[in-house]
């Protein structure tokens, strides 16, 4: 069975840290690109960062500069460094996987850990 598991969202204050974590079981998450989009209420869902298999990057403007996306194969888990954290930036956040190959399709997605930022 495949799981993406996140965690480490919260209530923070404007400006300040969080990280997230998603934890991947039940497939070889290392030739799967990784994500994290977000979806704020009355609001469609929105890409924040991905990361591919062999681990190139990029983000949404919104977030450059603030957010980074890492991931560690041995953990099959991807992260989300979130900083200058803004009220804008409070949403739901989830994590996918997904498998582009030849004949090959697969995407996963979390249930999606929600972040607050307000004073």
């Known amino acids: 069975q495949v799981q993406l598991v996140e965690s480490g969202g919260g209530l923070v204050q404007p400006g300040g840290s969080l990280r997230l974590s998603c934890a991947a079981s039940g497939i070889l998450f290392s030739i799967y690109n990784a994500g994290w989009y977000r979806q704020a209420p009355g609001k469609e869902r929105e890409l924040v960062a991905v990361?591919?298999?062999?681990?190139?990057?990029n983000s949404a403007d919104s977030v450059k500069g603030r957010f980074a996306i890492s991931r560690d194969y041995a953990k099959n888990t991807v992260y989300l460094q979130m900083n200058s954290l803004k009220p804008e930036d409070t949403a739901v956040y989830y994590c996918?996987?997904?498998?582009?190959?030849?004949?090959?399709?697969?995407?996963?997605w979390g249930q999606g850990t929600q972040v607050t930022v307000s004073s």
């Open positions: 996918n996987a997904e498998l582009a190959l030849p004949g090959t399709r697969r995407n996963y």
């Open positions: 990361i591919t298999s062999n681990g190139n990057t």
